[in-house]
């Protein structure tokens, strides 16, 4: 078992859709959770960071944490075809400074 | 421009060769990291550099090496290629772990 599962997709969804993406996790000790967008071949793009159980919300995205389940989630408001990408999940395990990333989930918006 | 700089952007390369890959950091991050990208494994991590020393392992095979210099740029060394390796090669650099990680836009090797 990976230590960070991510469905790989694609999820395709018409524009203005709210779009949910998920990681779960096996390890506990992971406490700092992340995610990031990647356009085709370009470099992943923060989009979000928690360090604790429950939302975090930043314009149109949303970060939710459910330690208890090993369980995050990205929720996307009103998605536009720019959101075509593909979204990584990153986790950090607490005493340690390294990314584990899920292997993404491919959105696709069509207009 | 995410301020981490990668060059070259593109490599094409023969197997048995040697290529250097250099990364410069964000203005004022002192740790770096390497990171593989292959359509198979996803983002490996290969390995990190604090300022100048060796903080953390991955993934790096012996064939790999890297480095941080006094500047705080940061060389990935790959030698005796193999078809294999053809990826995507990314680094990021963060402040410390309340930062998150800042990528550059990657360099992407093709041994042929």
């Known amino acids: 078992q990976k230590e960070v599962e991510q469905d790989p997709g694609p999820l395709s969804v018409p524009e203005g859709a709210i779009v949910s993406l998920n990681c779960t996790y096996s390890?506990?000790?992971?406490?700092?959770f992340m995610w990031y967008r990647q356009y085709s071949r370009k470099g992943p793009e923060l989009l979000m960071y928690t360090y604790s159980s429950g939302n975090k919300e930043d314009g149109r995205f949303t970060a939710q944490v459910d330690k208890s389940s090993k369980y995050i989630s990205l929720f996307i408001r009103d998605s536009q075809p720019s959101d075509s990408a593909t979204y990584l999940c990153?986790?950090?395990?607490?005493?340690?400074?390294?990314?584990?990333f899920g292997k993404g989930t491919m959105l696709l918006v069509s207009p | 421009d995410s301020g981490v700089t990668q060059t070259p952007k593109h490599l094409i390369t023969a197997t048995g060769q040697r290529v250097t890959l250099r990364c410069s950091p964000r203005s004022g991050d002192l740790s770096v990291y390497w990171y593989q990208q292959s359509l198979d494994q996803g983002l490996q991590f290969l390995i990190q550099?604090?300022?100048?020393?060796?903080?953390a392992k991955g993934n790096i095979l012996e064939r790999f090496s890297a480095q941080q210099f006094p500047d705080l740029h940061s060389e990935l060394n790959l030698s005796s290629l193999e078809l294999g390796d053809s990826a995507l090669y990314f680094c990021?650099?963060?402040?410390?772990?309340?930062?998150?990680?800042?990528f550059g836009s990657g360099t992407r090797l093709t041994v042929v």
């Open positions: 550099y604090y300022n100048g020393e060796e903080r």
């Open positions: 990021a650099s963060s402040l410390g772990p309340d930062d998150g990680y800042t």
């Open positions: 390890n506990s000790a992971f406490q700092y």
């Open positions: 990153a986790m950090i395990r607490s005493g340690y400074s390294t990314l584990t």
